[in-house]
């Protein structure tokens, strides 16, 4: 039986610690969910970790889906939430088609959305729906052309903003915040206010939650690591090492062995090959 919002605010209530990580297929899912994670984020990370973007802005609702599909394949208890990527949300209307694709052909159980207040409509048109919500609050990933690459809420207005964001957040009915990239007191004090449990990355012990990117988290791309990551693995080493050594096993003709294929009887052989002449010389050059 799948997880549901309902035992993510338990979890919350209960002071229980939500360990929460991306995943973009099926594969990753598995895995995630092995490890008795209670919720996967199909996040439109995805853009940068798997496409090679430079953010998430170019990600689409039909790339979305995709993933989405492929995630859900890849669990049967996990929470899959899946990101309403840029611009599918910029009205009411919109939000509900986009959550709708997301839910009805990715199979997504929540979706999250990017902003405080000012989207405090169009969430609590989603709740009344039936569409578990999300929110994401501070570094917003959709918005860095516009609020840049840094920690947010540092200043006494800024901090008092985002508070009122969550609150207005957690008044519209979503189940759980993204506190992202927030001075770690603040966060903390978020986390005592609201009634949704709280999703730290970048923002300290306090929140109820952490989530982690994949890919940040076992070390498969090497070139950058955030500060809010740990790497607990470096998968990168060990699968460049992997890769190196089949290419050098091809090349000394020690794989495949016979271990490694079928063979077939001789004389079935020769009777196949029978009359059939060999391909002729190359021609030369």
């Known amino acids: 039986m799948r997880t549901t919002i309902h035992d993510i605010q ?7 610690r939500i360990p929460m990580l991306t995943a973009y297929d099926y594969t990753s899912a598995r895995l995630a969910e092995q490890a008795g994670l209670p919720m996967v984020l199909v996040g439109d990370s995805l853009g940068m970790v798997m496409q090679g973007h430079n953010s998430t802005v170019p990600v689409t609702l039909d790339q979305m889906v995709y993933h989405t599909q492929m995630v859900v ?14 611009l599918s949300y910029t009205s009411t209307e919109q939000a509900i088609h986009a959550a709708a694709r997301l839910m009805q052909e990715g199979g997504a159980q929540a979706v999250k959305l990017e902003g405080g207040a000012a ?15 999300m929110g994401h609050l501070g570094f917003t990933p959709q918005s860095v052309h516009q609020i840049g690459l840094r920690v947010q809420g540092k200043t006494s207005n800024a901090a008092r903003q985002l508070v009122e964001d969550a609150l207005a957040l957690d008044d519209a009915g979503v189940f759980a915040i993204v506190l992202e990239l927030i001075p770690i007191q603040l966060a903390a004090a978020i986390t005592e206010r609201v009634h949704a449990a709280t999703i730290g990355i ?3 012990a306090g929140c109820d939650g952490q989530v982690q990117v994949w890919h940040d988290l076992l070390g498969v791309l090497t070139d950058f690591l955030p500060r809010h990551a740990r790497r607990y693995a470096n998968l990168a080493d060990v699968i460049s090492g992997a890769i190196g ?13 016979s271990e490694n294929a079928s063979a077939m009887n001789d004389d079935d052989l020769r ?5 059939i002449a ?5 021609a030369s050059v």
């Open 271 to 275: 009777e196949a090959l029978d009359g």
């Open 278 to 282: 060999h391909a002729s010389e190359p």
């Open 119 to 133: 989207i405090m409509p169009t969430v609590r048109r989603l709740v009344e729906l039936g569409i578990p919500v």
């Open 245 to 257: 050594q089949y290419a050098a096993d091809v090349r000394a003709s020690t794989f495949p062995t």
């Open 202 to 204: 970048g923002a300290g």
């Open 10 to 16: 338990k979890l919350k209530r209960r002071g229980e």
């Open 73 to 86: 394949r890849g669990t049967t208890q996990a929470l899959v939430v899946a990101d309403l990527p840029f």
